[in-house]
């Protein structure tokens, strides 16, 4: 990365002396001990006669949390800074003094490989705690996994060997170490400026909160949410809640929270302006507008059939303008204590904060994408304000702003939400049409038949309605990859449930960023190892994989070299990449099913170590993101790319359904529909039949997307009403055949369970592949639980749902493609992974740019407009 550095051991006393004024020093690890350790003093000295310093990873984390002009960067570094780390031997090694060669591992390594793996799902919480706490209670010098693993809690786990090399893998101190290089290879370095007061200009270098909550926030602070790097301020979130009409509602929540809590709360006498008439009036007047009545005679009438005294009738509504008079204050002249009960109350509210932020970002990220194209027109203005009037709801376009006068909405700020809104609806129009597009023709012309890469015709085994072999002969040559690979198990959990379907996980050597093994599910136990052997396949084909480099140069000047690459941030980038055009890139080939053309991109996203300037690395995750969605093995090449482009179509549509149903839910404007269970033919039926059997509850729903291609979310589960607390185990799988998709979709629920049950198990504690997995919050939403346990939701039949059975696995595949065409997505992209020792077996990946992907640091525009479907404009026919 820096070839013309000078790269020298680990820094100690008085090797900072000689340097030169003007010259970039990175501090990565040093010394301790036995030898003097590099001084804060020493530092401050070389930074005031001209040196520029940075520092990450170990000891340049700790000096740069010491010596404020010193760079800090990385993940550690903040750890360091905001306290949530404290000890020095949390980055301290042992190491050969001749080699350099680490012979232990640092505290900070093993904190962090087992936050990634809890989150992931990979690990058990409770084992992730014994990891950790037997790391602490070790000196420096005797810090080894082995070691970590004969502590007692830790010493029965007969996978230790299995989760010692998945925590391996996950090495911050020098991903940190690689991201100091990487700021100075590209010239990010503070320019060390002596001023008369002796302080230091240094490098403004990304900084995140603490981790550590603090016991008092400031009332103003910003709100970020990760999912989608949204960073809003408080006031312009309020501001949007009362413009979308939310923010009423909340506010009267507050003040009962207040209130209850004992506050004594006023009303300035300014914070409505309540006119000649008594608002206790009008208010009794505009309700008895609501119910209708028209005379005098009829209200009294109506009334006593109501049982309403008038007195009574008459304290509720002083109350009421009580209540009305304190909501415009919150809104017009909030208290400290009311800002911050808002901002309480969204966060226990549903899941109310994390959805008005992604909202509020949507509409700012689609209306900076049409602020280029101009100001909006009149009729754009006008549909913004019809649009923010129903939201209210209100009547007119005056009314609003009287409303929102009262709370404290100045006329210039609602013009420049409406305009934003207006620049957003432009932008987001035509995803928000493409959303509804749910039952046109998919049409093919257009796509050849080896779409240019050599795809080939792959007629289905008899009586299977997905696989190009039977399941006597794929056993058989499975068997003979597996010894290929170097599978050393391939272990059934299945039977650890009650749920009737056989689960198998293949055990391997590995070298790579994966996980340590591999699942397969099905009816028979023979086609379950098989899956397990051709995910190891899949997986170990990823990581070998080592594409040829086609082009070095930025996405800025491939654009104007009409080179065929690929628009980097559509394909699912963290937030906080470091990718921008300028940035130069390796490039590699891939093949584009819509064109047949080849396609260029980054090689980053195709390899699962990281590279350098690598645009899926995140410094606030202080890794690389990367899974193994898009990754499919079959005994054909079109057996492969058809596996892995369902599953890209899957996770597609599982991500829009997460946003409308759970996390955050409450958001866009579709209805699912739950299959109906007697509807299923005989293989999707049986599975249910075993389910049941077992005790547990199931439900199939429809959560298929834009694209068109059947796809099922399943949720095995104990039914709460028959006691107890209940557990749920999701499945999820999409492919042209509905029949299939429902199929896969129970299986991999049960896969799901049988995971969980043997993670649970004291001698193996690797709860599921993290391969794949995303990192995003399990939430818990009543509502999207009891969107599941309830049983008075509309269904449909199965055979009701579209989809396309072919005889042929490729032309499967080119329906699909032309389902994500018709969608409009312009591209499926398809990197061959094939390697000699997976033969006869074939590995992909395949990549749809613009598609939502599990990224936990990402959410694309079709996810983004999803959750502002309500400010959107409806499909026009």
Not at 266 to 290: I, N, T
Not at 503 to 512: E, H, L, V
Not at 654 to 677: H, K, Q, T, W, Y
Not at 826 to 831: C, I, R, T
């Amino acid at each position: 990365m820096l070839p013309g550095a000078d790269y020298q051991p680990p820094i100690r006393r008085g090797d900072l002396d000689a340097i030169a004024a003007g010259t970039v020093v990175g501090i990565i690890d040093g010394v301790f001990a036995d030898v003097l350790a590099i001084s804060p003093g020493e530092i401050r000295a070389a930074i005031s006669r001209g040196v520029v310093v940075l520092g990450a990873a170990s000891m340049g984390a700790l000096r740069a949390t010491e010596v404020p002009a010193v760079s800090g960067i990385g993940r550690i570094y903040e750890m360091y800074r905001d306290g949530v780390i404290e000890r020095d031997d949390e980055v301290a090694v042992l190491f050969e003094e001749d080699t350099y060669r680490t012979l232990t591992v640092p505290l900070v390594n093993v904190r962090y490989a087992v936050g990634r793996l809890v989150r992931a799902g990979t690990l058990a919480p409770r084992t992730g705690d014994d990891i950790v706490a037997a790391a602490q209670a070790l000196h420096y010098t005797d810090r080894t996994y082995e070691v970590i693993f004969e502590a007692p809690s830790l010493a029965a786990k007969a996978d230790a060997e299995e989760t010692s090399a998945l925590l391996r893998r996950f090495d911050l101190k020098r991903e940190d170490a690689q991201l100091l290089l990487e700021y100075v290879a590209a010239g990010q370095v503070p320019q060390a400026v002596r001023v008369d007061t002796g302080e230091l200009v240094v490098a403004d270098v990304p900084a995140y909160p603490t981790t550590r909550v603090r016991d008092r926030e400031a009332v103003d602070a910003p709100l970020h949410v990760w999912e989608s790097g949204d960073s809003v301020s408080f006031a312009d979130l309020v501001q949007f809640l009362k413009v979308t009409g939310r923010f009423d509602a909340l506010a009267r929540d507050v003040l009962l929270r207040l209130t209850a809590g004992g506050s004594r709360l006023s009303v300035s006498p300014d914070a409505v302006a309540d006119g000649a008439q008594d608002p206790a009036q009008s208010l009794l007047d505009f309700v008895r507008l609501q119910w209708g009545w028209e005379s005098p005679e009829e209200t009294h009438v109506t009334m006593g059939d109501l049982g309403l005294g008038l007195d009574d009738v008459s304290d509720s509504l002083h109350a009421e303008v009580t209540v009305a008079r304190l909501v415009a204050a919150v809104g017009r002249h909030p208290t400290a204590a009311m800002s911050k009960a808002l901002r309480v109350g969204l966060w226990i509210d549903d899941l109310a904060l994390k959805r008005e932020i992604l909202r509020l970002g949507a509409v700012r990220h689609f209306a900076r994408q049409a602020a280029a194209d101009g100001e909006p027109t009149v009729e754009e203005y006008e549909e913004a304000r019809r649009c923010i009037t129903r939201l209210r709801p209100a009547v007119s376009w005056p009314q609003v702003t009287s409303d929102l006068g009262v709370l404290g909405v100045s006329r210039t700020a609602l013009d420049d939400a409406a305009r934003e809104l207006a620049l957003a609806r432009r932008a987001a129009r035509p995803l928000a049409e493409v959303l509804e597009l749910l039952h046109a023709p998919i049409h093919l012309a257009g796509l050849s038949t080896n779409m240019g890469i050599g795809l080939v015709s792959t007629p289905k085994a008899s009586g299977s309605r997905r696989f190009s072999c039977d399941s006597d002969k794929a056993r058989l040559i499975a068997d003979d990859i597996a010894q290929q690979l170097g599978v050393v198990r391939v272990g059934m959990v299945g039977e650890l449930t009650t749920l009737g379907v056989h689960i198998a996980q293949a055990f391997a050597q590995r070298s790579g960023w994966s996980a340590s093994f591999a699942s397969g599910k099905a009816e028979t136990v023979d086609a379950a190892k098989t899956g397990a052997i051709m995910e190891e396949a899949e997986i170990q084909a990823q990581d070998a994989f080592r594409p040829a480099t086609a082009l070095r140069t930025s996405y800025e000047r491939a654009a104007v070299e009409k080179a065929p690459v690929v628009v980097p941030d559509r394909l699912g980038l963290p937030f906080d990449s470091r990718w921008t055009p300028q940035t130069e890139l390796e490039w590699a080939e891939t093949v584009d099913l819509v064109s047949g053309q080849t396609v260029l991109v980054p090689t980053a996203v195709l390899v699962g170590g990281r590279l350098p300037g690598d645009i899926l690395y995140s410094p606030r995750l202080g890794g690389k993101v990367f899974s193994s969605s898009g990754l499919g093995s079959g005994f054909s090449l079109a057996e492969a790319a058809t596996h892995a482009v369902a599953e890209l179509i899957e996770r597609h549509a599982s991500r829009l359904a997460e946003l409308e149903i759970d996390n955050p839910g409450g958001v866009g404007c579709r209805e699912f529909r739950f299959v109906d269970l007697e509807s299923l033919p005989d293989v999707p039926r049986r599975i249910v039949s075993k389910y049941e059997r077992g005790g547990m509850s199931v439900r199939l729903l429809n959560i298929t997307s834009e694209v068109r291609v059947p796809t099922f979310y399943a949720r095995v589960f104990e039914d709460p009403f028959s006691g107890g607390r209940s557990t749920v185990s999701d499945g999820f799988a999409a492919h042209p055949d509905p029949e299939v998709a429902a199929t896969m979709a129970l299986l991999e629920a049960a896969q799901t369970k049988a995971g969980y049950i043997a993670g649970g198990r004291e001698d193996y504690s690797l709860q599921a592949r993290s391969l794949g997995r995303h990192e995003r919050p399990r939430t818990g939403r009543p509502a999207a639980h009891a969107f599941w346990f309830g049983n008075d939701r509309p269904t449909q039949d199965l055979h009701a749902v579209e989809g396309y059975v072919a005889d042929d696995i490729l032309d499967e595949l080119r329906w699909m493609v032309g389902a994500v065409q018709a969608a409009g997505f312009d591209q499926v992209l398809l990197a061959d992974l094939t390697v000699d020792k997976i033969a006869p077996a074939y590995a992909v990946r395949a990549l749809i740019p613009g598609s939502e992907t599990t990224n936990p640091l990402c959410s694309g525009d079709r996810g983004r407009a999803t959750c502002i479907r309500d400010l959107l404009p409806r499909r026009r026919t």
